[in-house]
């Protein structure tokens, strides 16, 4: 029997707010109406609709205490909030005077961009929010998220999970400990240790966002970010797919595997196209070799671009510094290509290699296979290697050419303009003062130490007697003994 009209005829003051009492829930429709007296209590059968203000209820069965203001609805249980929220379960309590919610077996909550299924949902109309424990799962156009917990702001249509959190979408797994989402604006919040995956990066960290709409993300708190061939560490990491721009702060940290190369500073501006990157502040690049033997270098700034033959290039400035077991220098700039595997050292370059000092207006270092093979002295070339306190063993030309084996320098050719002071020993006692000019020369080295000076092309010169003292003419012009500039150890590239 329809009982719908005689419940709205018989019950007309319960839809009726009195003066000081809070609404009364409304019954709007019922195939079958029981009224327990005694209990206060009414049982609906039956295509049973309700009202609450501006939240409609319908369900197939339901119990409404009138003493409590108080619904417990049962079976396809479906709570509408105007047309922006739904709630749908196996069973509600909803409470009149507090206008809360609790929702129990297969329960789906929609809005217009969202839809999520749990087993158990508090919610509180009144606040618009809502709070699952046991689990959850959120869907939306282009994501799905799990979590152990959630909480849900219809208003601002945000969603805050905590443990085991995980997102899918189309290109990427993010998973979290604790995240908040804002289906509107498309953008994911990280407040715990996060990692997001794809099929070409890895990306962890303990704070950030990242806006799935305009593909834009910041990353805090131990922030690293991993490719098959590089990756990126520091304190925080921001990055614009649809510019190609990134930024790195603090503690930055690159490395390429392909090219064995860290480049690291404390801030690092990323270029996509045409590729190119800046790092500023305790800049250091480090070719690295699994020997051992690893190359430092430190300056103000690091430039890493890709040059018009599709090389990349590194171009570093003010206060150039390098360190290697084997070889050490100072400029004030320097260029070094990937393709020749050439390092142009510019500004009042010096090198030094054992007990070696190597002076020019520009000097070319070029290795191969990460090891030393030779290098160029170009203008003004001049090496010293020091004989005792006061005596130091001098060669000079136009130019220089010296030879590397073994990353260990065992030849000097000298072409041009050759002049050398030299101190000739024997068992370890001087013998004489040797100064000679001679067009060419070459230069033997063993254990970095000069063994023997083979002159060419018609040499002039004297042998004389050890001298008593040091004077002016045992120095030849341009002579200057930088020993207290050259970097000792690793560390020492960033000492002035």
């Known amino acids: 029997m329809f009982l719908g009209f005689y419940c709205l005829l018989w019950l007309p003051a319960e839809g009726q707010q009195q003066a000081g009492k809070k609404s009364k829930v409304e ?14 209590l009414k049982k609906l059968v039956g295509h049973v609709r309700m009202k609450h203000e501006d939240i409609l209820l319908s369900c197939d069965s339901a119990l409404v205490f009138d003493n409590s203001n108080v619904v417990e609805a049962f079976s396809n249980v ?56 046991n689990g959850g799962v959120i869907t939306s ?44 604006e498309d953008i994911t919040y990280f407040y715990g240790p996060t990692q997001i995956r794809s099929d070409s990066v890895f990306i962890s960290c303990e704070r950030g966002w990242y806006n799935l709409k305009k593909d834009i993300s910041e990353f805090s708190m131990h922030a690293f970010l991993q490719t098959k061939e590089h990756s990126v560490r520091g304190d925080s990491l921001y990055y614009d797919k649809n510019r190609g721009y990134g930024t790195a702060r603090g503690n930055v940290e690159m490395l390429d595997t392909v090219q ?21 502040d305790k800049a250091l690049f480090i070719q690295y070799n699994t020997g051992g033997d690893s190359l430092y270098l430190h300056a103000d700034t690091l430039r890493s671009f890709i040059d018009t033959s599709g090389y990349r290039m590194l171009s570093t400035y003010y206060g150039v510094r390098i360190y290697s077991k084997d070889m050490q220098g100072v400029c004030d700039s320097l260029a070094y290509s990937f393709a020749d595997s050439v390092i142009r050292m510019y500004g009042e370059p010096v090198i030094w290699s054992g007990e070696n000092q190597m002076t020019a207006q520009t000097i070319y270092l070029f290795t191969k296979g990460r090891k030393m093979d030779h290098f160029e002295m170009k203008g003004e070339a001049l090496i010293i290697s020091r004989y005792d306190t006061a005596r130091f063993n001098q060669i000079k030309g136009k130019n220089m050419t010296g030879y590397f084996r ?18 000739p020993e024997d068992q370890g006692d ?10 060419n020369i070459v230069i033997w080295v063993s254990d970095n130490k000069i063994k023997r000076i083979i002159m060419l092309k018609a040499p002039t010169g004297t042998l004389d007697p050890p001298p008593e003292k040091v004077t ?5 012009k341009g002579f200057v003994w930088l020993d207290a500039k050259r970097p000792r150890l690793p560390e020492d590239v960033f000492r002035k």
């Open 430 to 439: 001087i013998i004489g003062f040797n100064k000679v000019e001679c067009s």
């Open 260 to 280: 064995k190369v860290i480049l690291s500073g404390e801030h690092a501006v990323y270029y996509e196209n045409p590729e190119r990157s800046v790092i500023t």
């Open 141 to 184: 156009e282009k994501n799905t998220i799990r979590s152990r917990e959630g909480y849900y702001h219809s208003r601002t249509k945000e969603y805050f999970y905590k443990g085991a959190v995980q997102v899918k979408t189309p290109e990427y797994t993010i998973t979290s400990d604790t995240l908040r989402y804002d289906p509107v």
């Open 78 to 133: 479906s709570l509408n909030q105007g047309d922006t929220l739904f709630l749908d379960g196996d069973y509600i309590r909803y409470d009149g005077d507090t206008k809360k919610a609790q929702v129990k077996g297969h329960v789906r909550l929609r809005d217009a961009k969202s839809t999520l299924v749990t087993d158990a949902l508090e919610f509180d109309m009144n606040n618009n929010v809502g709070y699952y424990l």
């Open 27 to 40: 019954i709007l429709n019922a195939d079958i109406l029981k009224i327990d007296r005694t209990r206060h």
């Open 406 to 423: 073994d990353n260990q320098l065992y030849r000097i050719d000298v072409n041009g303009n050759g002049q050398s002071i030299y101190y």
């Open 472 to 476: 002016a003419d045992q120095r030849l």
